[in-house]
């Protein structure tokens, strides 16, 4: 069966601290995905990795940056945490993106405070 | 620009009637995937159906049925002899191919049912 997990359902940081959060994938997905999901925004595309090593920026990067150094796992980093990044974080997968009705797996999402 | 909207923020249904999610799509390609998904209290975003810009039969999978309006840009969710079970965050989501990676979310309609 198909999964995507995350490293932490729940977190609480302080401003300033560097953040961690992690996603791993065993579908041997080439594509990995990190959203930040707030009410009435939906899902917004922080970062794309579509191979080890490789990234792309999203929608909205600032702030965040990405570590991909096996095809399986995908970090998140937030270097110095601010309120603003109070949010919902997805992670997700993909196979190969040229065919439209790839649908995009989903690790539980991490809820993430910053005081 | 590629965009989803989704205009109802929460709906209610009674247990057993069946329900229509509405969203609409902006696209100028000629080829891309539309999906719906799920999204419990717990988190996780559930896949629930696709539908292809190519394909001339409505989706369906179960209880989901899949409304597309090509010329309209609609692709609307029915969900038919609606459960408890149902009561969730729903998200249109669109994905256009080739060339990108990028899957469109709109900000989602919270559906609550009703014993």
């Known amino acids: 069966d198909v999964k995507v997990t995350q490293s932490s359902r729940y977190l609480v940081k302080r401003t300033g601290e560097k953040v961690f959060l992690e996603c791993v994938q065993d579908m041997d997905h080439e594509n990995m995905f990190w959203y930040r999901q707030d009410p009435g925004l939906g899902l917004r595309l922080i970062y794309f990795s579509y191979d080890v090593k490789m990234k792309e920026k999203g929608d909205i990067p600032e702030g965040y940056s990405v570590s991909r150094e096996k095809k399986e796992r995908f970090s998140l980093i937030l270097e110095s945490a601010s309120t603003n990044q109070t949010s919902m974080y997805l992670c997700a997968s993909t196979s190969l993106w040229e065919y439209e009705g790839d649908t995009q797996y989903f690790g539980p999402g991490t809820r993430l405070t910053v005081l | ?115």
């Not at chain 2, 696209?27 to 719906?36: A, E, M, N, R, V």
């Open chain 2, 1 to 115: 620009a590629q965009k989803i909207t989704q205009t109802q923020p929460g709906m209610f249904v009674q247990e057993k009637e069946a329900v229509t999610l509405d969203c609409t799509y902006d696209t100028s390609d000629q080829s891309y995937g539309l999906f719906w998904y799920k999204q419990p209290s717990s988190g996780e975003m559930i896949f629930l159906i696709y539908q292809g810009s190519y394909d001339e039969q409505n989706a369906t999978e179960g209880r989901y049925s899949l409304n597309f309006q090509k010329a309209r840009k609609s692709a609307n969710l029915v969900i038919s002899a609606s459960q408890l079970g149902d009561s969730a965050m729903y998200f249109c989501a669109m994905r256009e191919v080739p060339g990108t990676y990028k899957y469109i979310f709109g900000t989602g309609t919270r559906l609550k049912v009703l014993a």
